[in-house]
């Protein structure tokens, strides 16, 4: 099969995926993009949330100072989220301290509890 046939099939393919959402999930889509995610709590978020979170917290929380997540990315390691109770160690932190990096720390936690890490 040429190349440019390939593409065609996988862009149409796309674009009628893109366009076949339900109502119900474009409202979903629209309330994450609206910040929505930010108001529960980490361990009840789906991946979009997280990811969005892992993305945008600097931005959302832009009044209070706070960096983007990936500042702090080389600094988390995963070894010891297999004990902290389901990332709960790392959600009080988050609640607690309402600062950046454990907030952070909190979203990557979730996010590896899913089997994902954050995307740039």
Known sequence: MHKWLR????????????????????????????GSCTDHSHDQLDYECLQKLWD???????????????TFLTEFGTDKYPASKKCLV??????????????????HCHLWLMGKTPTA
């Open 7 to 34: 593409c065609l099939i996988l862009c149409v393919t796309a674009l009628y995926l893109s366009s076949t959402c339900s109502p119900l999930e474009l409202k979903v889509r629209e309330l994450r993009a609206t």
């Open 56 to 70: 945008n917290y600097h931005i959302h929380r832009n009044q209070d100072g706070w960096s983007s997540c990936d």
């Open 90 to 107: 790392y959600r009080e932190k988050c609640e607690v301290k309402d600062n950046d990096k454990p907030c952070c720390k909190s979203v």
